[in-house]
């Protein structure tokens, strides 16, 4: 399988901050950003359990529809073990899709995560990101444009463990499972990042576009609603 590069701009770039756009704060900077009908919230902010279970199921039942209950509820087994994974990683917001290439069924989740910027000599925090990303050997590391800043993607795989549960072999299995993450500083200290992953391969072209649609749309908003573009480290433009 062949990673194709994120795209520093795809057609679907928005000129402002939707009604019901996506998001994240970073104390004082909006981070905002769309994602594709497709893609159905995962409730990893809910606190009531019970809540929670609700909203998986329902989340189940529209990422499937016309399927069968054990179809569905399989699905949410499924989204509801992994949330656990994606808070442990720092999630702020997360979002799964299924879909269909060639009628072979594919899935892939979305998530965000807001982390301090790293503090190198050079005071460059991309440089800093992009030079720990090549030491610790995670992917094909490449700094990017994006219409709201500079940004460096890693594309690379993972192993990722499937429980037993959701297997015949009470061992679980392992599979390989390819992402996409971008990394955007943000002018207060504070590094956004977004993560594509999908254990089905069959949807990589597919979804990787998808992902470089959902970063060419991230927007930056101040306190006051004004937009913010990071200038480019290069041209200072």
């Not at 000599?121 to 610790?136: G, H, M, Q, T, V």
Request: some cysteine; charged content about 25%; glycine content about 8%.
């Amino acid at each position: 399988m062949t990673a194709p590069t994120v795209p520093s701009r795809l057609e679907f770039i928005p000129t402002q901050a939707a009604p019901g756009a996506n998001g994240v704060q970073a104390d004082d900077i909006h981070v905002r950003w769309v994602m594709p009908e497709i893609f159905h919230d995962i409730p990893i902010d809910e606190e009531d359990e019970d809540e929670a279970v609700r909203l998986i199921e329902e989340l189940a039942q529209k990422a499937l529809p016309g399927t069968e209950v054990e179809d569905w509820l399989k699905f949410a087994v499924i989204c509801a073990l992994g949330m656990d994974d994606l808070l442990e990683a720092g999630a702020e917001f997360a979002a799964v899709c299924v879909g269909a290439v060639d009628g072979t069924p594919c899935t892939a989740t979305v998530y965000a995560a807001l982390a301090d910027s790293p503090e190198g000599e050079d005071e460059d925090p991309l440089a800093a990101i992009a030079s720990s990303l090549r030491r610790e050997d995670a992917g094909e590391v490449t700094d990017i444009q994006l219409p709201c800043g500079p940004a460096v993607s890693c594309i690379g795989t993972r192993d990722d463990k499937v429980t037993g549960e959701l297997t015949e072999d009470p061992q679980g299995l392992t599979i390989s499972t390819p992402y996409i993450r971008v990394y955007v500083p943000l002018p207060n200290g504070t590094t956004l990042m977004m993560e594509l992953s999908t254990p089905t391969s069959v949807g990589w072209d597919s979804f990787s576009t998808m992902f470089g649609n959902i970063v060419s749309s991230i927007r930056l908003f101040d306190a006051d609603g004004e937009a913010l573009i990071i200038p480019d480290r290069d041209t200072g433009k």
